[in-house]
Structure formats: C-alpha cells, structure tokens
C-alpha cells in the first residue's frame, strides 16, 4: 500500500471520530449537560483504528474547530505531521489543521464551512 493510500486511510479515520463526536455534542446539548471545564470528546486522530481515549474540550472550542470543515481535536503529542499541522494547543487538547494534500478526504462535512 503506498503512503498515498495510508493518509487517505488516515484521515478517513478522523473524520469518522468527528462523526462520533458530532453525537457526543447532540447529546450533551440536548441534556445541557455542558461543563465550564470541558466535555469529553474522543480523540480524532488517525492512529489505526483510533487511540480510543477521551479528550476534554470546552464546547465553544469544539463548536470553533467544527465550523471548518478540516479542523480536528486530539490529544497532546497525538498530532499526525504528514496530514496535519496543529494551530492551537493546550495541555488537554490540540487542535489540528489538514494539509492542503489531504483536505479532499475529509472535505464533505455538510456542517463544515468552505476551508480558509
Ligand atoms: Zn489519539
């Protein structure tokens, strides 16, 4: 398989945990269950299969990073440098900005505005 094919795998993964995080966020609205300190998201990125663990985001930075369609969250030092390049970060949370190279992959989120 050629590295071309290993990134789409890659950030095809992250836009499937956006999906699950996209229900993480309904439920959390419709419950008002917000807390100031953060909800527990998973982690979007693109390891295989996923890392699987929790990463806390406050709803409005989550809210921000949705409204582009290839900004992702994941945890510190979970940033994946050949697809992404991270343009705010925290010690609970990173969030990541796609390459040009790979926006087609992830660019057909209905919610997500054009890229800038
Ligand atoms: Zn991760």
């Known amino acids: ?6 990134l ?12 699950v995080n996209e229900r ?3 439920l ?3 419950a008002q ?12 990125c693109g390891d295989e299969g996923g890392c699987g663990q929790r990463v806390r985001v ?4 989550y809210e921000r990073a949705r409204s582009q369609d290839d900004r992702f969250i994941v945890l510190p030092g979970h940033e994946s440098p050949e697809i992404e390049r991270a343009v705010e970060w925290t010690d609970d949370y990173v969030v990541v ?5 790979v926006e087609k992959y992830v660019a057909d ?3 997500g505005a054009p890229s800038s």
């Open 1 to 6: 398989m050629g590295s071309e094919d290993r």
């Open 8 to 19: 789409a795998r890659q950030a095809r993964n992250e836009a499937l945990f956006r999906e």
């Open 24 to 26: 993480i966020a309904d």
């Open 28 to 30: 959390g609205n419709r």
């Open 33 to 44: 269950a917000w807390s100031p300190a953060g909800t527990d998201f998973l982690c979007e």
């Open 58 to 61: 406050p709803v409005e930075v």
């Open 97 to 101: 900005d796609k390459i040009p190279a």
């Open 109 to 111: 989120d209905p919610r």
